[in-house]
């Protein structure tokens, strides 16, 4: 069972950027972000296969964030752009190693969040 540490979360202003950070404790086949505004349900909103690099985003984030490793793919980050004040949420590191699932930003198993807050 992979342990997930995020970090990074903060109050930003619109406009602003970010950039969370998670570390693993053992390689998985894919790792993601998904957010979740309490009440309501979570949204996946990035993944990135640990083999091969590529990259999947949710249409809300989609030209604003980028998911990228380190090269020991362990460490995935969140570099987030142009943030809005509908990007406030509790932001989760998550891992998958269903490749069809972590294309739908559908993940398995997560670490503790995260909270971003855009005024």
């Known amino acids: 069972h992979v342990q997930l540490v995020e970090s990074g979360g903060r109050l930003v202003q619109a406009g602003g950027s970010l950039r969370l950070s998670c570390v693993a404790s053992g390689w998985s086949q894919c790792m993601g972000w998904f957010r979740q505004v309490s009440g309501k349900e979570r949204e996946g909103i990035a993944s990135?296969?640990?083999?091969?690099?590529?990259?999947f985003y949710a249409d809300s984030v989609k030209g604003r964030f980028t998911i990228s490793q380190d090269a020991a793919k362990t460490t995935v980050y969140l570099q987030m752009n142009a943030l809005k004040p509908e990007d406030t949420a509790m932001y989760y590191c998550a891992v998958q190693n269903a490749l069809g699932r972590c294309t739908r930003l559908e993940f398995g198993s997560w670490g503790q969040g995260t909270q971003v807050t855009v005024s």
């Open positions: 990135i296969f640990s083999s091969s690099g590529s990259t």
